[in-house]
Every structure is written in C-alpha cells, then in structure tokens.
C-alpha cells in the first residue's frame, strides 16, 4: 500500500523563530559592542574643574561558522524499485533525501534552544550495563551513535548505539535507554556529557551556538568578549537552588528585569519560550481566574499572548526546548548568518547528480551541507527562568 504511517515529531521552529537573516563570507562575523560609557561628567560650583577627557568603550564580538551535514547510502536495486510508489510504499527521494533533511531540521531545532557545546544529555544515576539512564532522552535517537564524556570533555569514558528509549521515565525522572551492547562499568559517574557521535565525527564544540548559551549570565568568553569584564554583555538570568513552580510574580519578575536593562524602547513584542510541559504550567497560573456560564462551549486559553506593563508577550511552546527553563526572548536580536544554505552536494560545481557511484558496491551515496551560526546582539534585550518545576509523562520526543 502507498504511504508511511509516521511515528516521528519533526517540530522544527529553529528556521521560523529568529528575525535576523544574514548572508555572508569569510571565516567569522564580527560586531562592535557597546559596554561602557564615558564617564568624563560631572557636577561642579562656579570656576570648578573639567572632568578629564574620555571616550565610549567597544569590544568586538564574534561568531564563527559552523557545519552541518549528512549522508545517505542506497543501492541500485532500491533506485530501480522505488522511484514511483506505483509498486512501493514511498519512493527514494521522499524516504532517503527530504528524511534526511528532515531528520537535519530536527536536531537544529534541539540544538537551537541549546549551548552550542553538542551535549545533548547528561549521564543519569545508572551509569553501565544492559540499560542506562540520562536526564534528557529526546535526541538519543534509535540507532544514533554516542559518546560518554566527562564534565570537561577530555576524556571519552565510553561510546555505545541506542536501541530504544523507553517512554515511561523512572522513579527519579530519568529517561531510560537500551544500548545495543552492554555500557562496560568505568570511570564514567552521573551527569558526564552525552554526545551525538563518536572519534573525529562527535559534535562536541562543533554545533550552532543555541539559545541556551546565547541568553546567558555566565562568566568568561562569550563570543571574543570577555564577559566577566563586560558583564553588560550578559542576560537576566533568574536561576534557584531546587526546582520551583512557574508563577505570575516569578514571570513578571523577569520581564522588569530585562525591561530595566533593556530600557523604555518595547516595541518588539517578546516571546516567552519553553517545552509543552512549562505551557501546562502557564495554563494553569490563571485556571482559578476560569469562568463557565451556561453559554460556555469552549473553555480554557482562547490566544498565546497577553499585554502587560512591561511590554507584550507571545507564547511559543516547543517539544525540544530545554526541561526546567523558560526563554523570554526578543527575537529581533537573534540573527541566523547563512553561508552555505541546507543543500544537497552535486558531482561538479554546478550540475551533475547528487548521487555519487560506488565502482565497488552497487551502492551510491549523496551528502548535504548546511554553513551558519547564530548571533546576538543585545543580550539584555532577553532572559530566562531556571529551575522550574514541570510535570513530564513521556521521555519520547
């Protein structure tokens, strides 16, 4: 019979959510930030001094490319077979090439709310053996190849293929995988990296810097900047000791603090966001506020904003947005810079297939390339919220 019952969520939002589109060539891009001001002012009386001269004060920030890319291997008898769905389920291109694309789509859209570092889990209480457990189980898809790093990511403890992801978590709120042979018992312990793929092909340091490191607090470098000198080059991080519930004050809280860095210019509208689980949180602050009358037919959230004093606010829920965290983000700051776009690569420069013969095999193999980096620019236009308490029932995604 035509057609494919799909089990997989390809969300992707990464593509739609930022306003800045950039193209560009070189090795990196390279901005001015403004992160002091002239000091030389003063009040005085009648024939009193002049401050001494002064100046503005800029650093450079940069962003380097990063690349993304993808394989996929068939072989004469699938190409002979399966080029019209007259006799198969679906055809080459639409199984192979827009899947693979898709599958592409998929993971940015992890990485995009992410740190840029390719972590993609930590380590869970169950370390070795037939099954292990991580704190996020979203991208440990079946049949992906990954690697067990140690918190500073010089030592590889283990490397092991996923079988399965369990949907139920366990009693601690892990999610459960199966490798395809036995994790050996070794040095590894819990809350080491997990990363997508292993030896030379590990994403480790090589993904997109996301969300997650692009609204940030944190200490050191960020992009050419030191920001523990610059600490203006920072976001509003409001962060707790234990996980809390998501409240009106909590959320309020956050938006006066980027409203205060961020100064009066509100004009763009903000956007809170997180996982499906905080939405259920956002929900239900206001279900005691719910009114049903005889009339009612439909009851609940009718529209995903509101307006308050601090500016107006849309909501965005994503199934790959990190757990326990809540984005408020202007996107007008965030900028995807392009250099390559998402394509498949061609035997010549211009024409030919995309498949590429084996003289070996009856096999042929097509690649596709994707060049960019996100950027952003003024951080304090953005925040987040950690530490928020949610209510998960699948660890599928």
């Not at 380590?123 to 067990?148: H, K, N, P, Q, Y």
């Not at 609940?300 to 983000?329: C, H, R, W």
Request: proline share 3%; aromatic share 8%.
């Amino acid at each position: 019979l035509p057609g494919v019952i799909s089990t997989l969520n390809n969300t992707s939002r990464a593509r739609l959510l930022p306003k800045g589109e950039l193209k560009w060539e070189g090795k990196n891009l390279e901005k001015s930030v403004h992160v002091r001001r002239n000091v030389a002012f003063t009040f005085t009386e009648d024939g009193g001094p002049i401050p001494s001269a002064g100046k503005q004060s800029y650093v450079a920030a940069k962003a380097y490319r990063k690349f993304g890319v993808g394989s996929v291997k068939v072989t004469d008898g699938i190409l002979d077979n399966a080029s019209t769905t007259k006799h198969a389920a679906i055809t080459v291109v639409e199984s192979e090439l827009r899947g693979m694309l898709d599958c592409i789509r998929k993971a940015e859209n992890f990485i995009f709310t992410r740190d840029g570092t390719g972590v993609i889990a930590l380590l869970g209480a169950t370390t070795s053996g037939s099954t292990i457990t991580v704190d996020d189980g979203r991208m440990c898809w079946e049949g992906g190849d990954f690697t067990i790093l140690d918190t500073d990511g010089s030592t590889v403890h283990a490397t092991f293929v996923n079988d399965k992801i369990n949907r139920a978590f366990n009693a601690s709120g892990e999610a459960v995988l199966t490798p395809s042979a036995s994790v050996a018992a070794g040095s590894q312990a819990q809350s080491d990296y997990i990363v997508w793929g292993s030896g030379n092909k590990s994403m480790y340091n090589r993904a997109p810097t996301g969300l997650d490191a692009l609204i940030d607090d944190g200490t050191g470098t960020f992009q050419a900047v030191n920001i523990t000198t610059y600490n203006r080059y920072t976001s509003v991080v409001y962060t707790n000791s234990t996980d809390r519930p998501l409240t009106p004050h909590l959320l309020r809280t956050l938006m006066a603090g980027v409203k205060s860095e961020a100064g009066d210019d509100m004009s763009a509208e903000w956007t809170l966001l997180g996982n499906i689980w905080q939405g259920i949180n956002f929900e239900e602050m206001y279900e005691g506020e719910l009114r049903i009358t005889e009339s009612t037919k439909v009851a609940g959230i009718e529209i995903a904003s509101f307006q308050s004093a601090m500016g107006k606010f849309n909501i965005v829920t994503d199934p790959d947005a990190p757990y326990k965290k809540l984005f408020l983000v202007d996107f007008s700051q965030i900028t995807r810079a392009v250099q390559h776009e998402l394509d498949w690569r061609k035997n010549g420069a211009t024409a030919g297939s995309i498949f590429q013969r084996k003289d070996n095999s009856l096999n042929h193999t097509a690649t596709c390339l994707e060049t960019y980096e996100y950027f952003i620019e003024q951080r304090n236009r953005c925040g987040k919220i950690e530490n928020l308490s949610e209510d998960k029932t699948t660890a599928l995604g």
